[in-house]
């Protein structure tokens, strides 16, 4: 019992959790059973048991996962590319003033315009192939990590860089010792807005602009009224989107477990 109790306490988070998104889907499953809906919502409701039969017959019947594979390489290059770009130009605008002064109108005149305002113009530029909606995907998680990250070093403790530089230590040294560790929340949080960002940007481009990928299935079901597999692709992009949040939440926990309130007590 004791043994139990010990391992619920390490789990508890998952535990409660996971928990509770199985009391969710129960309760989902059983609504209709329970509860006479209207005709009109009847006719456009669906389960989690009809969901499951959607999935299952998408992948083993039609070609889902290529459509699968589509979407997860606009997310992954997009995402990337906006990591690429955001995090040393948040680090540079944070560290140099002037840097800042003549970058900082561009970011907040772009990041208060809506993303949607530059689906036309990519779609017209790029055309309608994988690559304009690897940019909307880059704009859409670009400038929540950018913007994050440059507030993390902004933020930074002066007194700490003061006694590092007074023991002699560089630029580089100031950036890798100190700006870095203490911006990581900020970055870390700035990652997971971008996920979001990335998975939304996916979306929206496949709605309006593809001819394949997640997005374009959950349009063309849409379109017929095919709830259970509007709700399947649904739940890919919930997966993706996901996976990639708990990596970065472990990614954290690991580089911050320097800090005191990461330390386990016993």
């Known amino acids: 019992m004791n043994s139990l109790l010990v391992v619920f306490r390490e789990k508890e988070e998952s535990i ?10 129960l309760g989902w499953e059983a609504l209709p059973k329970l509860v006479t809906l209207p005709k009109g919502l009847s006719l456009f409701f ?14 083993n019947k039609g070609n889902i996962a290529h459509h699968f594979y589509i979407s997860t390489t606009e997310f992954v290059i997009g995402l990337g590319l906006s990591i690429i770009v955001a995090l040393p ?29 530059f689906l ?15 940019v909307i995907v880059f704009i859409g998680a670009l400038f929540p990590l950018l913007i994050n990250t440059y507030e993390g070093v902004k933020n930074v403790d002066k007194v700490l860089v003061n006694v590092v530089r007074s023991f002699g230590a560089g630029e580089w040294q100031v ?11 900020y970055i870390i949080a700035g ?8 998975i939304l940007g996916v979306v929206v481009g496949e709605f309006f602009g593809a001819s394949e ?6 349009a063309a079901a849409a ?44």
């Open 16 to 25: 409660l959790g996971w928990g509770f998104l199985l009391l969710v889907l």
């Open 46 to 59: 669906t389960t989690p048991y009809h969901i499951l039969v959607a999935l299952y017959d998408l992948f």
């Open 89 to 117: 130009l948040g680090i540079i605008m944070g560290r140099f003033t002037t840097i800042n002064a003549m970058f900082d109108p561009f970011v907040t005149a772009f990041n208060a315009t809506p993303r949607l305002v």
């Open 120 to 134: 036309p113009l990519v779609l017209l530029w790029v055309g309608l192939g994988i690559w304009s909606k690897i």
């Open 175 to 185: 950036m890798k010792m100190v700006v870095l560790p203490n911006s990581l929340p």
């Open 191 to 198: 990652l997971r807005l971008a996920i979001g960002r990335a």
């Open 213 to 218: 990928g997640l997005g374009f299935v959950m």
């Open 223 to 266: 379109g017929n009224y095919q709830v259970d597999i509007l709700f399947a692709g649904l739940i890919l992009f919930m997966g993706i989107s996901l996976i990639m949040t708990m990596s970065v939440k472990r990614l954290e926990s690991r580089l911050s477990s320097w800090r005191p309130e990461q330390v386990k007590t016993f």
